[in-house]
């Protein structure tokens, strides 16, 4: 049976999962825990990937050598860059773009060096199931989280997410990113710091990714404080309901690489 990797960047995102892990049985590998099981009957190995890009491509990177993972599925909080996105909603990736990805004048700005792209995309079929999680994710968390959105219910979006290593908490800081990126015709509704990184190391391995994000803070002066709160309260809760809807309407595949098992 396929395995699927879920990879969170915070432990508080990965609490409710982990306890529902059936069978669990932690794995160390470079100074991470994989802690592998089952959900809903399915074959997974929950990880963290902590923050950054090199960090999550370092997880991932594991997560398919040592743990023969078929397909990798990112679960997290992210930062609105769209105004049309608020606190609470969530948000699906189409593409991931590194926004602090910059070798010009060799390569076009945001373009990642000798792969002659600067997006990569995410696998259609786990983001239909993502979207469809996330949809039934907020219809049966909505009235418990207590993070009713200042002007309607919090809803799905669809879309490019940008990634980097800055933690952006100034609106001058989000719109500079912002404007770089639409005048390459880039519009992304969303930022962090770890999707890009896992989605170009899963390009590498022709695996399957996919990843939602829901928002914890506009990336504006209030997101060191909304970041903080959101992760204590809501942003576990999130992750957890996304993910059992997403795992159980997982088809049971047979694994995809034949390669052999790992340590699980
Ligand atoms: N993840 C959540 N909020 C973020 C922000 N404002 N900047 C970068 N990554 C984030």
Same mark, same amino acid.
């Given at each position: 049976?396929?395995?699927?990797?879920?990879?969170?960047?915070?432990?508080?995102?990965?609490?409710?999962?982990?306890?529902?892990?059936?069978?669990?049985?932690?794995?160390?590998?470079?100074?991470?825990?994989? =802690?592998?099981?089952?959900?809903?009957?399915?074959?997974?190995?929950?990880?963290?990937?902590?923050?950054?890009?090199?960090?999550?491509?370092? +997880?991932?990177? +594991?997560?398919?050598?040592?743990?023969?993972?078929?397909?990798?599925?990112?679960?997290?909080?992210?930062?609105?860059?769209?105004?049309?996105?608020?606190?609470?909603?969530?948000?699906?990736?189409? =593409?991931?773009?590194?926004?602090?990805?910059?070798? %010009?004048?060799?390569?076009?700005?945001?373009?990642?060096?000798?792969?002659?792209?600067?997006?990569?995309?995410?696998?259609?079929?786990?983001? =239909?199931?993502?979207?469809?999680?996330? =949809?039934?994710?907020?219809?049966?968390?909505?009235?418990?989280?207590?993070?009713?959105?200042? +002007?309607?219910?919090?809803?799905?979006?669809?879309?490019?997410?940008?990634?980097?290593?800055?933690?952006?908490?100034?609106?001058?800081?989000? @719109?500079?990113?912002?404007?770089?990126? @639409? %005048?390459?015709?880039?519009?992304?509704?969303?930022i962090e710091m770890e999707?890009?990184?896992?989605?170009?190391?899963?390009?590498?391995?022709?695996?399957?990714?996919?990843?939602?994000?829901?928002?914890?803070?506009?990336?504006?002066?209030a997101a060191g404080v909304?970041?903080?709160?959101?992760?204590?309260?809501?942003?576990?809760?999130?992750?957890?309901?996304?993910?059992?809807?997403?795992?159980r309407a997982l088809p049971?595949?047979?694994?995809?690489?034949? @390669?052999?098992?790992?340590?699980?």
């Amino acid at each position: 049976m396929a395995t699927t990797a879920i990879l969170s960047a915070l432990e508080q995102e990965q609490l409710g999962l982990l306890a529902r892990l059936e069978q669990p049985r932690t794995v160390r590998r470079a100074g991470r825990d994989f =802690h592998c099981g089952r959900l809903h009957g399915k074959l997974v190995v929950l990880a963290l990937s902590r923050i950054g890009k090199v960090a999550a491509a370092s +997880t991932a990177t +594991t997560l398919i050598e040592a743990f023969a993972c078929d397909r990798i599925v990112f679960t997290g909080v992210a930062g609105a860059l769209d105004d049309a996105v608020q606190v609470g909603d969530l948000v699906v990736g189409s =593409h991931f773009v590194q926004h602090d990805m910059d070798a %010009s004048p060799l390569f076009p700005r945001f373009e990642v060096p000798l792969y002659r792209q600067a997006l990569f995309a995410c696998d259609p079929m786990l983001t =239909h199931l993502l979207v469809q999680a996330s =949809h039934a994710a907020l219809a049966s968390v909505q009235s418990a989280a207590g993070i009713a959105a200042p +002007t309607r219910p919090p809803t799905v979006h669809t879309g490019l997410i940008a990634s980097g290593d800055r933690f952006i908490a100034t609106i001058a800081s989000a @719109r500079a990113v912002q404007e770089a990126l @639409r %005048s390459h015709a880039l519009e992304p509704l969303a930022i962090e710091m770890e999707g890009a990184a896992v989605a170009q190391v899963c390009h590498d391995y022709g695996l399957p990714f996919a990843a939602v994000r829901t928002i914890s803070d506009r990336a504006d002066d209030a997101a060191g404080v909304d970041f903080q709160q959101f992760l204590a309260t809501v942003a576990g809760n999130y992750a957890l309901h996304i993910v059992e809807h997403f795992v159980r309407a997982l088809p049971a595949a047979p694994d995809w690489t034949g @390669r052999p098992r790992g340590p699980c």
